[in-house]
């Protein structure tokens, strides 16, 4: 796997945890995991002195098949906009090579002292331009 496909991917095995009553992976443990796929990429951004800290300011989730336990999902993260202060981040549920979720996270840049949301830092707008489709 080159240092692309790393940065950009993640997988998980669905735990019984995450199962609900119907059999299927319930809602919110979608959002948990996209979350972790993005916090796996976001891992690899250059590091910067001051950075801002980002919290997220929006989900919307896709289901388009359910998952069940054991199943092994790939995931797929994208960044799909760079504001002047969010980022927006679609990460892509498949299983056996079909999409089975999509869930969008924007996140907001917020300063350490007063969590107000302020500009991205260059540097990391550089490095997010990278992985736009």
């Known amino acids: 796997m ?45 590091p910067l002195e001051d950075e801002p800290y980002y919290s997220p300011t929006k989900f919307e989730v896709r289901l388009h098949q359910p998952l069940r336990v054991e199943d092994e999902v790939r995931m797929i993260v994208q960044v799909d906009k760079i504001g002047g202060k969010s980022v927006g981040f679609e990460v892509q549920m498949e299983k056996d090579g079909q999409t089975v979720a999509e869930v969008d996270i924007t996140w907001t840049a917020r300063d350490g002292e ?12 550089d490095w997010l331009y990278r992985y736009v489709p």
């Open 114 to 125: 007063t969590a107000e949301p302020v500009a991205l830092p260059e540097d990391i707008r």
């Open 2 to 46: 080159d240092e692309i496909e790393r940065v950009e991917v993640s997988g998980l095995v669905v735990a019984y945890r995450d199962i609900g009553p119907t059999g299927e992976m319930q809602a919110a443990a979608y959002v948990v995991h996209a979350e972790e796929a993005v916090r796996h990429f976001w891992r690899y951004r250059p």
